[in-house]
């Protein structure tokens, strides 16, 4: 088996330590001869990579080398896979994607509405960058991105890089949706296989088998609305957030009973609950900067203090675990099926060619097969349809540096809808963005 060089650009990460311990976890199916991180911030990788150098050499002795770097020929020269997990502003600008939407009575959402429209406007510029770059010294390696939003960066490098096969994006939802199935039935999730449609963050799991082919459908639907629905992975099994965002799934259930949702569907259909809950002195990014980031840091502090693990508690999560194992099908033509985010080109037979869908596919070392889903049912193809709408409405908004196509992007989102809302919100991102969008030429209807 051919040992892979393994970039990991955002080495400075939250994720990154759970990357490592998964790595570790992982090595039979992908194992790695170099692990390099790259990072624009010497400072927060540094942090990272010194604990990260004691974990490897306690519990991956095997490996050549691992280092760390803010030279782009020094990283990615010889890479065979680059992950790529930046986030352009970092958490204080996800703050703020919450904030601003919600102060005008909508979502606050890293991802969806307003918050993820900022957040890929502020991502897009860097992503291309970064593709470029690996391209300019490693044009063959596997680009695994799963850079947030992820929907819409996928859609911005599909129109950046058409040509390119060898970049995949890919998200860890529905893993951890399906950790919680597996949970429930009894069994592992590499025994699980699934059906499901949609965009990123946007979603529906129209069955679940098992490897045999049993349908486990309904015995996953009757537990949910029987006995609720719980995080289990165990990044976010503690977590009173995620403990909530999982307990809606049992409303979204009772509410669309036909497929399984997504957990990031709450946001589109039940906005205002969700801003109801919210408090905006305590959105997500705070809670994460006081919760995960903290917690890393601190994790990390001890490991070199000590200069070994003997004194913390390192865990293995299914976010790393999904991206390694995705990765090794890649690797190893294994032909294994993932949940992953690819060109439509008739998939969903009702929506159109050009949309970057998340579908399940077969992962072989000439790219993923996706498996053909077919006609969708109405509802679905309306959600999907005013979303994916949404979504190429920011990306030609960024390529056309456009006011006009972003205050339309934001009228067609479900969480605002209405202009006078989208025109307020639009203004004050902009501001708060001013040091990362491009300048936005705005149109008037008749110029004299
Ligand atoms: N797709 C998914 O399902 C999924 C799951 C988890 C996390 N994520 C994403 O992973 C990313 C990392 O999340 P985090 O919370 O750990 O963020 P973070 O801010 O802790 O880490 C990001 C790192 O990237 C670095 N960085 C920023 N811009 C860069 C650039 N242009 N080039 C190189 N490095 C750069 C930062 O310095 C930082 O160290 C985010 O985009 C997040 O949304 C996605
Ligand atoms: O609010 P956060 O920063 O905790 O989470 C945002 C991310 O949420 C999803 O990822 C989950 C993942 O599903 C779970 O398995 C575990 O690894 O935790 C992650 C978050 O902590 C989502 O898929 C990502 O796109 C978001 O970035
Ligand atoms: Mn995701």
């Known amino acids: 088996m051919k040992k892979q060089n393994l970039v990991i650009v955002g080495g400075g990460s939250t994720y990154t330590i759970g990357m490592i311990m998964s790595l570790i976890e992982e090595k039979k199916q992908f194992p790695l001869r170099t692990i390099t991180f790259y990072d624009t911030n010497q400072q927060r990788q540094e942090k990272i990579a010194k604990a990260v150098d004691i974990i490897l050499h306690e519990k991956y002795p095997e490996l050549e080398s691992f280092s760390w770097t803010t030279d782009k020929e020094t990283a990615y020269r010889d890479a065979d896979f680059v992950f790529v997990q930046i986030r352009t502003g970092g958490l204080a600008m996800r703050e703020k994607d919450e904030q601003i939407p919600l102060k005008h009575g ?221 990765a090794a099908s890649l690797a190893y033509n294994q032909g294994e099926t993932y949940i992953v985010i690819v060109k439509n080109n008739g998939i969903i037979s009702n929506i159109q060619d050009d949309a970057m869908v998340e579908v399940p596919a077969a992962l072989t070392a000439q790219g993923p097969k996706p498996y053909a889903v077919g006609e969708i049912p109405t509802f679905y193809k309306g959600m999907i349809e005013g979303q994916l709408a949404f979504e190429k409405l920011v990306v030609d908004a960024w390529f056309e540096k456009s006011y006009n196509k972003l205050m339309q992007a934001l009228t067609l989102n479900r969480t605002v809808i209405d202009a006078p809302k989208a025109r307020a919100i639009l203004d004050d991102l902009i501001e708060a963005n001013k040091d990362y969008w491009p300048t936005l030429t705005k149109k008037k209807a008749y110029t004299p």
């Open 106 to 326: 909508v979502v606050g959402q890293e991802t969806c509405g307003p918050g993820g429209m900022a957040y890929g406007f502020r991502s897009i510029g860097d992503m291309i960058k970064v593709v470029e770059d690996i391209r300019t010294y490693a044009p063959d390696a596997w680009i695994l991105n799963y850079t947030n939003p992820a929907a819409i960066v996928a859609e911005a490098l599909q129109r950046q890089f058409p040509h390119d096969k060898k970049i995949l994006n890919i998200c860890d939802m529905p893993a951890a949706i399906m950790v919680s199935y597996a949970k429930i039935l009894g069994k592992e999730i590499w025994d699980l296989v699934p059906e499901y449609f949609g965009l990123n963050h946007y979603g529906w799991f129209t069955d679940i088998y098992d490897k045999q082919g049993n349908r486990l459908t309904d015995d996953i639907k009757r537990a949910i609305t029987e006995d609720g629905f719980i995080p289990e992975d165990s990044e976010i099994v503690n977590d009173p957030s995620w403990i909530k965002t999982f307990k809606q799934v049992e409303v979204m259930l009772n509410d669309y009973p036909e497929y399984l949702p997504n957990t990031y569907l709450q946001y589109y259909l039940y906005p205002s609950d969700m801003v109801d809950k919210d408090d905006v002195e305590n959105t997500r990014a705070r809670q994460v900067i006081n919760g995960r980031e903290k917690r890393v840091h601190t994790l990390s502090e001890q490991i070199i203090e000590d200069g070994s693990t003997k004194n913390v508690e390192l865990e293995v999560d299914i976010h790393g675990r999904y991206m390694i194992r995705v």
